[in-house]
């Protein structure tokens, strides 16, 4: 499963939405497919529409450029509304057609300290711990696994890999260690860094936002950014890649809201 982190996973927030809300997106693909067939493919996609670094290897993605796009650069081509317009397609193609699960997990940071005032929240192991849980179901049924995100810096990834090594060894609040390291391959999270070009890392990365603005508006009807192209990935997500129990719910599988909302 890899793993990208958007929006604010701080403890602190406020009540505006860039800092309210915390999000995690895990996308899950088997490894073998991975391997054989996910990351040639999305190789040769990359090259086609940005080329390649001198040493011959494809670029490596980076949503923020990609979103508003330098005027030089592998990303430039993007100010161009036609090569937008064909890397949109070739992108919801990719995400139509691969073979991949997800699941997001989503924190609204000012609701959890409202009902629990007096509670200690560490946000990032709160979604860790959630997203673990989906991922330990989903490995029950189809063997072992282990988890990979992208490098921030040395104090950023020691606290992640302190944060799910104390998952991994106290359990969470419904699964207890054992059975959470009889499916894991490690008790330690993988870090890799974003030169090193995992295409896992870079696919997670350009649906853990979609994925978060989708639900935003699904269970706070906060719209704010949901954009055009989110709008379009969506639907894949909610109809197809979103984990889901064994008769097809999605809300409390692959996508989960915390606190949980009273329907």
Not at 38 to 58: L, M, T
Not at 230 to 241: D, T
Request: hydrophobic share 35%; aromatic share 12%; glycine share 6%.
């Amino acid at each position: 499963m890899f793993i990208d982190d958007t929006g604010d996973v701080t403890n602190s927030t406020t009540n505006s939405p860039q800092n309210r809300y915390a999000s995690i997106s895990g996308v899950i693909i088997d490894r073998a497919y991975l391997q054989a067939t996910f990351e040639p493919s999305f190789q040769k996609i990359v090259r086609r529409h940005f080329g390649e670094k001198e040493d011959g290897s494809p670029v490596v993605l980076h949503r923020r450029q990609m979103i508003s796009p330098p005027k030089e650069g592998p990303f430039a081509c993007l100010r161009d509304d036609t090569k937008r317009g064909a890397w949109d397609a070739a992108c919801l193609d990719m995400m139509t057609r691969a073979h991949y699960t997800v699941i997001t997990v989503c924190l609204d940071k000012v609701a959890f300290y409202y009902h629990h005032p007096k509670a200690a929240l560490d946000v990032y192991e709160t979604l860790i711990q959630n997203a673990v849980e989906r991922y330990f179901y989903f490995l029950r049924a189809n063997g072992s696994g282990d988890v990979v995100v992208e490098a921030q810096n040395s104090g950023t990834d020691k606290a992640i890999k302190d944060r799910f090594r104390h998952v991994m060894e106290t359990g969470t609040e419904h699964i207890n260690a054992g059975k959470l390291q009889s499916v894991f391959t490690s008790k330690e999270i993988n870090i890799e860094p974003k030169k090193a070009g995992y295409a896992g890392l870079q696919f997670a990365d350009l649906i853990a936002r979609p994925a978060f603005a989708h639900c935003r508006a699904a269970y706070v009807n906060d719209t704010s950014d949901l954009t055009a192209f989110a709008r379009q990935i969506a639907p894949i997500l909610e109809n197809y890649k979103f984990y889901r129990s064994q008769e097809g719910k999605v809300d409390g599988y692959g996508r989960v809201w915390r606190p949980p909302l009273k329907r």
